[in-house]
């Protein structure tokens, strides 16, 4: 099946600062979602990308399908989004949606 | 306005018991999901409804068993649980069974076995 790979596995930034998260995967895909696990276990819907840039307000992305990779970029970090950042895919030839590991990001003062 | 919701938030329980999670969705969507989110935070896919059919059965055990009274419904029923069985369990749901459509997730039940 479709592998999801996901860097960095921890990050730890200071409030205002900016970063990058990465999603790599194997093989062509139909679907690519970014979601946020918040501290209370939601899973948030961030962006659904398959293909080009979205932004929405601090968070933007970015999925580049011909070279298999994603980036999610988050400016001017609070600590709200502190959590997990989730990556999954839907892609070669199935009807199911392959997580990657996710980012583990804490935002402190 | 709750887009996807799942019943109860918490389930704690002792082995061998039997356990149900509901799953409702109001947005309409023909198909409907449960995933299983482990002690590792590792999100991985058991079933997949589309009106009403199974479409998606990822290997899991047989004393789990998904119930779909109608499009809008997907209820997990879990027979003889065991310690294994703790984790959260994520509800979703998709406008169709179809590549590119994106998926809607519930709050999720965490399930603690003892």
């Known amino acids: 099946g479709i592998q999801v790979e996901q860097s960095p596995p921890d990050l730890i930034l200071q409030e205002g600062a900016n970063s990058t998260l990465r999603c790599n995967f194997s093989?062509?895909?139909?679907?690519l979602q970014w979601f946020h696990q918040n501290p209370w276990g939601q899973l948030i819907n961030l962006f659904y990308?398959?293909?080009g840039t979205k932004q929405n307000g601090r968070l933007s992305a970015t999925t580049v399908a011909t070279e298999r990779y994603s980036l999610l970029y988050i400016s001017s970090s609070q600590t709200t989004d502190s959590g997990v950042y989730f990556c999954?895919?839907?892609?070669?030839?199935?009807?199911?949606?392959?997580f990657g590991t996710g980012t583990q990001l804490k935002v402190e003062l | 306005d709750t887009a996807v919701s799942q019943t109860p938030k918490y389930l704690v329980t002792q082995m061998g018991n039997d356990k149900s999670i509901k799953c409702e969705q109001n947005?309409?969507?023909?198909?409907m999901y449960w995933y299983k989110q482990d002690s590792k935070k590792f999100l991985k896919i058991m079933f997949s409804?589309?009106?009403?059919?199974?479409?998606i059965n990822e290997t899991v055990p047989n004393r789990f068993s998904p119930k779909s009274p109608d499009k809008a419904h997907l209820n997990l029923h879990i027979n003889s649980l065991e310690l294994g069985d703790s984790a959260v369990y994520f509800c979703?749901?998709?406008?169709?069974?179809?590549?590119?459509?994106?998926?809607?997730f519930g709050p999720g039940t965490r399930l603690t076995v003892t």
């Open positions: 947005l309409g969507h023909d198909t």
């Open positions: 409804y589309n009106n009403k059919e199974l479409i």
């Open positions: 990308i398959p293909s």
């Open positions: 093989d062509s895909v139909n679907n």
């Open positions: 999954a895919v839907l892609g070669g030839g199935g009807n199911k949606l392959t």
């Open positions: 979703a749901s998709s406008q169709q069974l179809a590549i590119g459509i994106e998926q809607y």
